[in-house]
């Protein structure tokens, strides 16, 4: 799969929750963004997805972009952790 950004990924991939941006959980040197779930039984699911790489300009087709790699971290919390 190709995205333009991290936040483009989780908006396709992030169903069941949303994709928010708690200033605590992301990676300052590398474009990121979160998908955070809350469950019926009050844990709280997010998924951490970062973007490393470099874009070089101008952009043109997603094969000309071929250094860029998408991580994703998976964490499982309580409200109180956050």
Same mark, same amino acid.
């Given at each position: ?14 169903k069941r =929750? ?23 039984? =009050?844990? $709280?699911? $997010?998924?951490?997805? $970062?973007?490393? =790489? $470099? ?16 991580y994703t971290?998976?964490l499982r ?6």
């Amino acid at each position: 799969m190709f995205w333009a950004s991290p936040k483009a990924a989780l908006q396709e991939l992030c169903k069941r =929750g949303d994709v928010v941006k708690p200033p605590r959980l992301e990676y300052k040197r590398h474009p990121s963004a979160v998908c955070k779930v809350v469950l019926a039984n =009050g844990w $709280i699911e $997010i998924e951490l997805a $970062i973007m490393t =790489g $470099i874009w070089p300009p101008p952009y043109h087709e997603p094969e000309d972009s071929s250094p860029l790699m998408l991580y994703t971290v998976y964490l499982r919390t309580t409200p109180e952790s956050l």
